[in-house]
């Protein structure tokens, strides 16, 4: 029973090695330049590391596993075809996961040399590196669009499940869940706008008064100005590279300095338009999902599928986020769960009470 046991894990552990080296070497196929050789020293060590479970399963008497005979899986298949369809940047999340797994599972793994583990724990933070900017970007996206799901999710959830508590007719219970979606979405929408708009004219405010006092300095010298942008904030060396821009053009200074203040820049926030845009249709998706049994159905069979579609996609939210944040999956989709399933279950008690009182 241990030697089956220990196969089965072996067998796991260098398919999962096979396919990680197969991913890296279509990813490098995509790539050029220095990325190329990053991925292709990747996958030469996910094969190293698969020839260390091929050994292993040698030394409990089965023929060496063939390279040639294998396939990559259904994971590594579809990571490929991402990378061919939409880039190496959309991979970049989804192998970050797949390398933290990879630790977690040989921490626990007695046969699994010290050094491997180093490796592995090196290839994540060098997968992240391979594009830096992509975790701002796609947070930022993540965040509009994952509150946005879950807000209308939640909050209509709430609202149709308080009016059904009050034992409401179905009809009222659409409309309710309709205007919900209406007015929630134009809510986020136009919140959305004014926030991110908000921002950008922060900093452009920021630039332009830091532009209006740098342009009478240059005679201070770059020693003094570098003092000056060290007393504001920068490290450094980025204080030295300011002073220097700054006696040459001083809104490139100002525009360094704004972004090192406020801690954004208003590139990495998009279009106020489409920010708005996306966060009004991820929350009429949230939302949706509790009306569309009430569009499509009636009485008791429209709340159970109501109850059912919603506890589903607060799951899929919560999994989603788990994406940025290197959170369990499971783990973050049952705690949104969780709090969706509280939020409906309250409005339906409040509900039930005013209905009786009423």
Do not use: C
Request: a negative charge; proline letters at 4%.
């Amino acid at each position: 029973m241990v030697d089956r046991n220990l196969r089965r894990r072996y067998h796991r552990h260098l398919a999962d090695e096979r396919d990680a080296a197969a991913v890296y070497r279509a990813m490098a196929q995509r790539a050029d330049g220095e990325a190329r050789r990053i991925l292709l020293g990747l996958a030469d060590a996910e094969e190293r590391h698969a020839a260390h479970w091929a050994d292993r399963l040698e030394e409990l008497g089965e023929p060496r596993p063939a390279v040639a005979n294998s396939s990559p899986g259904w994971r590594a298949r579809a990571l490929t075809v991402i990378a061919r369809r939409l880039g190496l940047k959309a991979v970049v999340p989804l192998l970050e996961r797949q390398e933290a797994a990879e630790i977690s599972r040989y921490d626990e793994e007695p046969a699994a040399p010290d050094q491997m583990v180093v490796d592995e724990r090196v290839h994540a933070r060098v997968v992240s590196s391979l594009f830096p900017t992509w975790r701002t970007r796609t947070s930022g996206s993540l965040r509009a669009g994952t509150f946005g799901a879950n807000d209308g999710l939640v909050s209509n959830l709430a609202l149709v499940m308080g009016v059904a508590g009050g034992q409401a007719s179905d009809q009222t219970i659409l409309l309710a869940g309709l205007a919900g979606l209406l007015g929630g979405s134009l809510s986020m929408g136009i919140g959305e706008w004014i926030s991110v708009t908000s921002q950008r004219e922060l900093w452009e405010g920021a630039v332009e008064l830091d532009t209006e006092h740098l342009g009478v300095l240059p005679e201070h010298g770059a020693h003094e100005l570098a003092l000056l942008f060290r007393a504001q904030g920068l490290s450094l060396d980025r204080a030295e590279v300011a002073a220097q821009e700054v006696l040459a053009e001083p809104e490139s200074a100002a525009r360094l300095l704004a972004s090192e203040k406020l801690g954004f820049d208003p590139q990495a926030l998009g279009s106020p338009w489409q920010a708005a845009g996306s966060n009004f249709a991820a929350f009429v998706v949230g939302a949706s999902v509790p009306v569309l049994p009430y569009v499509l159905g009636s009485g008791t069979a429209a709340f159970v599928w109501a109850m059912a579609l919603s506890a589903l996609a607060l799951f899929v939210v919560g999994a989603l986020i788990s994406v940025v944040t290197y959170r369990p999956m499971l783990l973050a989709g049952t705690r949104q769960l969780a709090i969706g399933a509280g939020a409906a279950t309250l409005t339906y008690l409040l509900g039930s009470l005013i209905g009786a009182g009423v």
